[in-house]
C-alpha cells in the first residue's frame, strides 16, 4: 500500500456540499441517497471527517454519529474508487477516532460487512464484538 499524498489529509468537521456527498455516497454504495444530506450531519452528527484531492473534489468521507455520551459509531466510509488502497480510508477513520475522542467518547463502534474485516480490525484497530441487526423497511 502506498501512502497518500499530504494534500489529501482528512479534516475534522471540513464543509461538505450536499451534491458531492451525494455523489460520493452512491459511488460508494449505490443507490441515491437522499437530498439534504449535508444538512442533516451539520444538525444531527458528532462531526465527521473529510478529505479532497488537489482539484478540490470530495474523494473520502466517514461519518460519526453518536449517543450524546460515551458511544460514537462510524457511518457511511467511503472513499472515491480513484483513490481507494492508498490509506485515505485509513486516514479518515484515524480522524474520525480523534474527533469521537476530543468530544469524551469512550468508545467508538462500527459494523461492517464480512468482507471489510481486514480494514476495520487489521487496518483500522478494531476489534471484533457481536453484534444484532434488525431491517426495519424492506425485504429481508
Same mark, same amino acid.
Given at each position: 500500500?502506498?501512502?497518500?499524498? %499530504? ?11 450536499? !451534491? ?16 439534504g ?18 482539484? !478540490?473534489?470530495?474523494?473520502?468521507f466517514?461519518?460519526?454519529?453518536? %449517543?450524546? !455520551? ?5 457511518? %457511511? ?28 467518547? %469512550? ?8 468482507r ?21 423497511? !424492506?425485504?429481508?
Amino acid at each position: 500500500m502506498t501512502s497518500y499524498p %499530504d494534500s489529501l489529509t482528512p479534516a475534522w468537521r471540513a464543509p461538505v456540499r450536499d !451534491g458531492e456527498l451525494r455523489a460520493l455516497l452512491a459511488e460508494a454504495f449505490g443507490g441515491a441517497p437522499a437530498p439534504g444530506l449535508a444538512a442533516r450531519l451539520a444538525r444531527h452528527s458528532l462531526g465527521w471527517a473529510a478529505a479532497r484531492d488537489a482539484s !478540490g473534489r470530495l474523494v473520502g468521507f466517514v461519518n460519526v454519529a453518536w %449517543d450524546g !455520551g460515551a458511544h460514537a459509531f462510524l457511518l %457511511d466510509t467511503a472513499v472515491a474508487g480513484s483513490h481507494r488502497r492508498r490509506g485515505l480510508g485509513r486516514a479518515l477513520v484515524a480522524v474520525a477516532a480523534a474527533g469521537a475522542r476530543e468530544a469524551g467518547c %469512550d468508545w467508538l463502534h462500527v459494523d461492517y460487512e464480512e468482507r471489510l474485516r481486514p480494514f476495520y480490525e487489521d487496518a483500522c484497530g478494531f476489534g471484533a464484538t457481536a453484534a444484532g441487526l434488525v431491517r426495519l423497511h !424492506g425485504e429481508g
